[in-house]
């Protein structure tokens, strides 16, 4: 186990956004990185019940503070030093396939990067017509769609019968995008 955030088993060291990302369906992103919407994975999710949440739609900021009320109330912690979990006798560690690890925030920020790194940058900016949303209303017309509004408001233009503002199009449908 290392102390910049990373997971160990077996011998080999495995890092958080590995190990984590795996339990997460990504549902919608904002602007920032942490305000990303996730969907977790029903086995992580039942954790994350346990643990006093309500809900299935989560940021990753809810997320992280009910996995510490997981570890908190399974005392998986070390006594000495307290941001190692030892996870190898719980479900917590069957779910993420680990036997310990720390929960010291990364020095390199890889948790929140990994995903976001594959995407265009413009796709993480906020609804063009709202700008308080992320981009996930998909407008299609034809064989081409442009994602560039939130679902709500691309429902409000073609219930409005507009036009696509990308490239004046009527449209057609509305497609809402899950960006992972």
Known sequence: MSADG???NENKLVSAAAVLNRHFLVLQRDSLPVCVQVRPKV?????LQHAGATKDVFTMK?????LGQYIIQ?????????HIVHCAQDALGRVLGV????????RNKTFYVSAESRLP???????????????????????TGHL????????KLKRRNKLCPVCRMP???VVLTYLS
């Open 6 to 8: 990373e997971f160990a």
């Open 62 to 66: 809810e997320v992280m503070f009910y």
């Open 74 to 82: 399974r005392q998986l912690y070390d006594q000495n030093q307290q």
């Open 148 to 155: 560039m509004s939130c679902y709500v408001c691309a429902r």
């Open 99 to 106: 036997d310990s690890f720390s929960v010291k925030e990364p």
């Open 171 to 173: 449209i057609q449908s």
């Open 121 to 143: 940058d413009s796709c993480l900016d906020p609804c063009l017509i709202c700008q308080s949303r992320p981009k996930n209303g998909c407008i299609v017309h034809g064989r």
């Open 43 to 47: 086995e992580f999710g039942s954790l």
